[in-house]
């Protein structure tokens, strides 16, 4: 049993409003005309398609496959017709374009063959297991978008102690996992032990903040009938960001995860109930990660849960709440705290998309910020820091561009939370200033790079030059030596007589002598190989491949000079 | 159609640079209330006058600076000054006293350095340093603290705005020496502590007659504070409990030589020093150990220039000093990020 919880530094308090969404029971979202999947659904390399434009696909099929480790398999939501292979509006900050897979729905909704291990997962390894989930395309539905079967393999020195199960949805407005606690349960807890399994975890805390009441209960239920004693529900107090990983591991643990390090590091992994439950559904179902609980918040006519396929679009989403209350504003995508606006209506919910709130300057709280006063340095922003940070020393230098102190108040410890920004009385835009300084220190190292790169070209190429100056002084020095060899030659063939066939001897064993001198040179100036250290064993082939051409055209150029070399003794 | 997309976070709570200041005035309420009964009308005077001259001063200087001046000028930032100002004053200081220590506050101290936010000194207590410097008599003769003294409105008027006092108040009748000043002379002259408390009414139960109250009055009000969450605990706390804690091993040594701890927590600015002076956030230490120290060192200061300096109260001069030291206090002290 857990004796303590840990009481994390700062945070705020914030006006909830999680009732209003949490009314109407989890519904879903009906099919629409058109599902836009992009391939960026979470965090690492895009998936790369595999299906044509035109081709036919059923439901749970998957179109694209994950290219490389860090990466996720899309799935088809529903079955139907691939319509387009393009670029798309992402739910992204940015608000860029980037790769989508656009299906027209046939309105069917069959499902691929699916092939579940219903109960039996305990016989699986945990390497199957993380195969099983890695292509079922899942990844962290908390909003980070991590692969799990990444976060899964944890390697094999590594002792997983505690395994938090994360249900605190800090952020007010969004109830998704609230509704999934409270509907799913049983899910959650089947997903949790398979989870266990594959990390081979000790014990299995979820926390969830105590104001989710209902959620807490039918957690508890659920947990009692697998009567797993290593499982354990734990109310941890409710203050945003007590949902934020390094905060709930803190006030389970009371361990910070070390700056640059993971969790895993001091031996926890954290997991979001959502992923939990699509874990579940990939084990026992077979099912891949097609859809998943949306919150449809703020000013609609009315705000619930919606499951949702992914690709589904945001503008879908509101109109089967009723629409909007007045004119949108703003839509944001995620909580109001750490959420993005989007600029337009019509983006696609993909995997990490929990919440769909919408402005439409009815509810107050939404209110946007009002005229930026000076910062009076009041402290307010440190005080609710929750990683403990300087927030207006940061603002002065983030002001400033002053880089490198920016980055000596550990401006990259920012989980960018919000509290600051949120307290300030000032109203300054904090967390804009940082984000800013973070790009500005990205785009200045990429520019170091660059610049060290053409550097390391440009003394290279000075190397270079240099080289070829010595060689040329070298040849030149070598013909005066033949010049010298001849003359001698000359001067013995007057006095001994005529003597053509012992006359080349000598030169040709001057010039030997001296091509060896270079080479010797040569081999005391060689550049090392760089980059040689993990190649593939095709790789290493060609360099010596490579190796030995150059080795063959090193001689043929020796002969040739050799050749020159005798030339120029018949020109002179 | 493109919506508004600003960055996170999208929401905000209520609080705003007037709401704090407007507490921060609250807070000065109690303190201002004992200090007219007791001393009467002069000290209203003086506010009105300060925040009149310096909210004159403010839109001045916002509109030389080109700043839009109504959300500065309602800031509440220029008031506060104005009235810890007045509140630093003699009660029957000439009207210019006030106007001109209000006017280099606002002017100097605070907008040639950039105004809201950017002043490395108190405005307060540099418009204070300057008058003291250069009108010390007229900053020394403050109102004798007993009852008797009690001044009325128009004869406050007359202190104030009049070339003569008033016929039927004898200045020296009505005004002389602050406590502080009174026991620093006196002991210069080689008297026992305790000797000079008896032989003048002008010490009270724990510190200046009068001024004791205005303390636990202004000591209300800044607990609030704290309670409240405008200020912090550390700088008032460590402030106080420096200066006792020297004033207090002194006392132990010497007690004829040197003063009782509770009689330099409840004389002169201590306790508004500490809870209203000493936290102005722009010019004070801003980590949590940064305060601690900036705190104790205000209060050492003020026991070393009261017991040995040229000035009897020293609330100014040990500010002025540490706002010098806060920004590199605040560079040694920096907290242990999370995960470090």
């Not at chain 1, 170091?448 to 070829?468: L, M, W, Y």
């Not at chain 2, 029957?92 to 100097?108: E, H, K, Q, R, V």
């Not at chain 2, 009690?150 to 002389?176: E, M, V």
Request: proline share 6%.
């Amino acid at each position: 049993m857990i004796s303590k919880l840990f009481k994390f530094k700062g945070g705020v308090h914030i006006p909830q409003h999680k009732e209003s969404s949490t009314q109407l029971a989890v519904e879903p979202a009906s099919i629409p005309k058109r599902l836009i999947l992009p391939l960026t659904q979470h965090i690492g390399t895009p998936a790369a398609p595999i299906v044509e434009v035109g081709q036919k696909v059923l439901k749970g099929e998957k179109i694209a496959q994950a290219d490389g480790y860090v990466s996720a398999p899309v799935h088809a939501p529903t079955s139907g017709i691939i319509e387009d292979i393009g670029d798309y509006p992402l739910p992204h900050p940015s608000g860029m374009l980037a790769q989508c897979i656009v299906i027209k729905p046939d309105g069917e909704d069959r499902w691929i063959e699916l092939k579940g291990h219903s109960g039996d997962y305990k016989q699986l390894d945990p390497s199957e297991l993380r195969n099983i989930i890695r292509s079922s395309g899942i990844v962290g539905l908390g909003g980070a978008g991590f692969p799990t079967s990444i976060k899964h393999n944890p390697g094999p020195d590594r002792v997983i102690d505690t395994l938090i199960l994360n249900g605190a949805e800090c952020e007010p407005y969004i109830t998704c996992d609230d509704m999934l606690m409270r509907e799913k349960s049983r899910e959650i807890i089947c997903g949790l032990l398979i989870t266990k399994h594959a990390l081979q975890a000790k014990r299995c805390i979820i926390a969830i903040e105590n104001n989710k009441t209902l959620a807490i209960e039918s957690m508890q239920q659920a947990a009692k009938e697998f009567a797993d004693r290593n499982i354990e529900v734990v109310a941890i107090p409710t203050v945003y960001p007590a949902g934020s990983e390094k905060q709930i591991i803190y006030t389970i643990t009371g361990k910070e995860t070390p700056k640059n390090g993971l969790p895993l590091h001091i031996g926890v992994v954290c997991q979001n109930v959502g992923t939990t439950a699509a874990v579940y559904r990939a084990i026992h179902h077979g099912e891949p990660l097609i859809s998943r609980y949306v919150t449809i918040a703020g000013d609609v006519k009315q705000p619930r849960n919606l499951e949702v396929l992914f690709g589904t679009s945001a503008n879908d989403l509101i109109e089967q709440c009723g629409g909007s209350t007045a004119d949108i504003r703003r839509i944001i995508i995620g909580g109001p705290m750490m959420g993005f606006a989007m600029q337009q209506i019509t983006i696609p919910v993909i995997k990490t998309t929990n919440c769909i709130l919408i402005d439409a300057g009815q509810t107050k709280d939404l209110h946007t910020r009002q005229y930026t006063m000076p910062c009076i340095r009041c402290d307010s922003c440190a005080d609710v820091c929750p990683v403990n940070l300087l927030p207006q020393q940061l603002y002065w230098f983030s002001k400033a561009q002053e880089l490198d102190r920016i980055q000596e108040y550990n401006v990259f410890d920012c989980i960018e939370c919000g509290c600051c920004d949120y307290v300030c009385p000032s109203q300054i835009p904090l967390v804009q200033y940082y984000r800013f300084a973070k790009s500005e220190i990205w785009k200045r190292e990429r520019e170091t790079q660059k610049s060290d790169a053409a550097r390391d070209r440009h003394e290279f190429h000075q190397f270079r030059i240099d080289r070829e100056k010595a060689e040329k002084a070298e040849k030149l020095r070598q013909k005066k030596a033949a010049l010298k060899i001849k003359k001698q030659a000359t001067d013995q063939s007057n006095e001994i007589g005529n003597n053509d066939k012992k006359e080349a001897e000598p030169k040709n064993a001057a010039i030997v002598a001296a091509m060896e001198r270079v080479k010797a040179k040569k081999a005391q100036q060689k550049v090392e190989p760089k980059n040689t250290d993990d190649l593939t064993d095709h790789q290493k082939k060609l360099v010596t491949e490579i190796d030995q051409r150059r080795a063959e055209q090193r001689e043929t150029q020796v002969s040739n000079s050799n050749d020159n070399a005798k030339m120029d003794n018949k020109e002179l | 159609m493109s919506l508004y997309a600003p960055s996170s976070p999208h929401i905000h709570n209520d609080n705003s640079i007037t709401k704090i200041m407007l507490k921060v005035l609250y807070a000065l309420i109690p303190g201002i209330l004992v200090y007219i009964y007791i001393f009467g009308f002069g000290v209203a005077i003086n506010i009105l006058l300060a925040i009149i001259t310096a909210l004159s001063c403010e839109a001045i200087m916002l509109k030389i600076r080109q700043r839009p001046i109504m959300p500065f000028i309602t800031d509440g930032s220029a008031v506060i000054t104005a009235v810890l100002l007045a509140l630093s004053i003699p009660s029957i200081a000439p009207w210019w006293i006030i106007f001109l220590g209000t006017a280099f506050s606002i002017i100097i101290a605070k907008h040639l350095y950039g105004g809201l936010g950017y002043n490395p000194f108190n405005p307060a207590m540099v418009g204070y340093a300057m008058l003291l410097i250069s009108f010390p008599q007229q900053m020394t003769t403050w109102q004798l603290s007993t009852p008797a003294t009690f001044i009325g409105l128009p004869d406050s008027f007359k202190f104030i705005f009049g070339d003569h006092t008033p016929a039927q108040l004898a200045t020296d009748a009505i005004s002389g020496a602050t406590p502080l000043d009174y026991l620093k002379n006196q002991l210069g002259l080689s008297h026992h502590v305790s000797d000079i408390m008896n032989s003048s009414n002008v010490f009270g139960l724990l510190g200046g007659n009068g001024f004791e109250w205005i303390s636990i009055a202004f000591l209300i009000g800044g607990l609030w504070l704290v309670k409240q969450k405008i200020i912090h605990w550390h700088i008032p706390a460590t402030m106080i409990g420096s200066l006792a804690a020297v004033a207090t091993l002194f006392y132990v040594i010497d007690p004829d030589q040197y003063a009782s701890p509770l009689f330099h927590i409840f004389s002169g600015a201590t306790i508004l020093g500490a809870f209203f002076i000493a936290t102005d956030p722009v010019s004070a230490a801003t980590t949590a150990k940064g305060k601690i120290i900036y705190g104790a060192c205000i209060g050492l200061l003020i026991y070393i220039i009261r017991t040995w300096g040229g000035y009897p109260d020293a609330i100014a001069f040990a500010v002025l000093l540490m706002n010098m030291s806060a920004p590199t206090i605040d560079y040694y002290t920096k907290p242990k990020t999370y995960g470090h």
